[in-house]
């Protein structure tokens, strides 16, 4: 037994500030777990970047990296042949195995999570006994704390914290945005390789994937990482912002950053890209709306869901506030837009099906609206997103889909629910024009879903959100609906979207 034990990474910490300072230099071990693969149902393309992200830095620290191939993770540090140092990980699960691990002497050391910018103490002492807890409040805390655009007096740069007015600009009126392709990686013998593995373990049953196979769309090693971060910022962060909250059919990116496959494998730091977007501002190449608002993702939002994620607990996911029990439909979780008539909800799960990913505006206000809408089971629609998304990852999941697409948790996390009719899809994209459904319709076979849905959602829920300010005006445009029974027996009936 060696005096600096190996290192232990797992898949989502797969970047160089993982293994720095007086890790620099030591063994590493990598275990391929046949139960963490096998155990769920994921998007063909998500195992894909997990293997291919593990077995790239296999291939690139050759004399250093062990890359051990076990049924679960405990054999596999039986196999290591001696105790090892590993990070905190990133689930709840994770975290109580690495536990029992070290109590069982097969961890010899457990080190504080690496892949955020601040700790789990210094959060816990800054969000203890808060009257307000909300993430704006967080996030000015993070710019002041790390220094991220900021005047010398202290003050936000160009005087505001917060440019998200200027930035939920409606599609323009074009099937695309306009803005450079996304970088994408050139797949090479590795993905080669973890395909066809892929393959044989699917037809020997050994696990069962959901979506098409496809090219490898997203970073999995750190030069790839810093490519695709590159590319982003030369061509698509000046236009980042003002159409965030956009939808277009034919244009899947949008300006969308497509970091958070190698965010989410801890291949790019979370302060290095703040850094550099910042500078980006600080020369002149990006305007400080486009910047901030990005800031504001990866140093606010992607932070906050990580602590929240430890701060709320495991039992958090168990909240169902609003009472939704409806089982996840065959179609939806099969990822079938062939069975969908609605524009906007068919190309938002064609997304999810084709490239596990679908950005943000559909996952909340498409994907997670109709799941609100039709009262979805929060439980089963969290493992969903963790499992179908290529970014999915444990810690994502509670604050994103219980908290805020949800509102299962009763506004711990958003201050009410993100339901929304067919006028916002017309209003923020180009989905309206060509769909089956009217939006301005409620009633009637071309009555679209999320218009009527919205309606009958209200009426639904109504007694459990009156005590909410917010809810006041939609819920008196509820009561001053003269169809709303005609209406919500319709929606009752539905079996079509
Ligand atoms: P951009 O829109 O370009 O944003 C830049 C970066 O900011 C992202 O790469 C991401 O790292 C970070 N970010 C922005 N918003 C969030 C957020 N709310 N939570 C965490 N990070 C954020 N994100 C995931 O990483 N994995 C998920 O499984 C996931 N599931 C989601 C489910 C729902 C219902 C909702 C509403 C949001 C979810 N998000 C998830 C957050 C966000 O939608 C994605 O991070 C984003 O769409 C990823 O695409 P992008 O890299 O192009 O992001």
């Known amino acids: 037994m060696s005096d600096r034990p190996p290192l232990w990474l797992f898949a989502d910490q797969l970047g160089p500030h993982f293994r720095d300072g007086d890790l620099a230099g030591r063994r590493i071990v990598l275990i391929e777990s046949a139960h963490a693969f096998a155990h769920k149902r994921y998007h063909r393309q998500k195992l894909h970047l997990v293997l291919a992200g593990l077995r790239g830095l296999a291939a690139e620290l050759p004399d250093r990296v062990t890359l051990i191939r076990a049924p679960d993770y405990r054999t596999g540090l039986a196999e290591a042949g001696e105790p090892v140092v590993v990070h905190e990980p990133g689930s709840h699960a994770a975290d109580r195995l690495v536990r029992r691990l070290h109590r069982e002497g097969l961890v010899a050391e457990i080190r504080p999570a690496a892949g955020f ?71 090479n013998e590795v993905d080669e390789r973890v395909r066809a593995d892929l393959d044989a373990w699917t037809r020997d049953g050994l696990i069962t994937t959901v979506g098409a196979d496809g090219p490898r769309r997203f970073a999995v090693s750190r030069a790839e990482a810093r490519r695709a971060l590159r590319k982003f910022l030369d061509d698509r962060l000046p236009s980042f912002g003002a ?22 494998l801890g ?37 906050w869901v990580w602590h929240l994620y430890w701060y709320l607990g495991p039992d958090y996911l168990r909240h169902n506030e609003l009472g939704a029990h409806t089982p996840l439909p065959g179609w939806w979780r099969d990822l079938d837009p062939g069975a969908v ?6 190309t938002a799960l064609a997304g999810v099906r084709d490239r596990g990913y679908a950005h943000h505006i559909e996952r909340l206000m498409v994907l997670g609206n109709h799941a609100l809408q039709r009262g979805y089971d929060p439980g089963e629609l969290t493992e969903w997103f963790a499992t179908a998304f290529v970014d999915g990852f444990p810690w994502v999941m509670p604050a994103n889909v219980i908290g805020m697409s949800q509102y299962a948790d009763g506004g711990i996390v958003a201050t009410k629910p993100y339901a929304a009719g067919g006028a916002y899809v017309n209003r923020m994209s180009d989905h309206c024009r060509g769909c089956p459904f009217d939006p301005k319709r409620r009633l009637g076979p071309t009555a679209c879903p999320f218009t009527a849905g919205y309606w ?36 009752h009936r539905r079996t079509e979207f």
């Open 117 to 187: 910018a601040r700790s789990k103490a210094d959060f816990t002492s800054w969000a203890r006994g808060r009257g307000r807890f909300v993430m704006e409040d967080f996030y000015r805390d993070q710019r002041r704390r790390f220094e991220v655009l900021l005047e010398p007096d202290g003050e936000p740069a160009g005087g505001q914290w917060n440019f998200d007015r200027d930035n939920r600009n409606p599609p323009p009126k074009r099937s695309e945005l306009g803005v450079p392709r996304p970088w994408h990686p050139e797949e």
């Open 243 to 264: 159409h965030q909250d956009a939808m277009l059919a034919g244009d899947w990116a949008m300006s969308h950053a497509l970091l958070s496959v190698p965010l989410n």
């Open 456 to 491: 009958a959602f209200l009426d639904r829920t109504a007694d459990r959100l009156r005590g909410n300010q917010r809810m006041r005006q939609p819920l008196n445009g509820l009561a001053r609906l003269a169809d709303l029974e005609a209406v919500v027996e319709q929606e």
């Open 267 to 303: 291949l790019l730091h979370p302060l290095d890209v703040v850094e550099q977007a910042e500078r980006r501002y600080r020369e002149g190449t990006a305007p400080l709306p486009a910047v901030e608002g990005f800031i504001r993702q990866v140093l606010g939002w992607r932070e």
């Open 341 to 346: 008539g609605a524009r906007c909800l068919r």
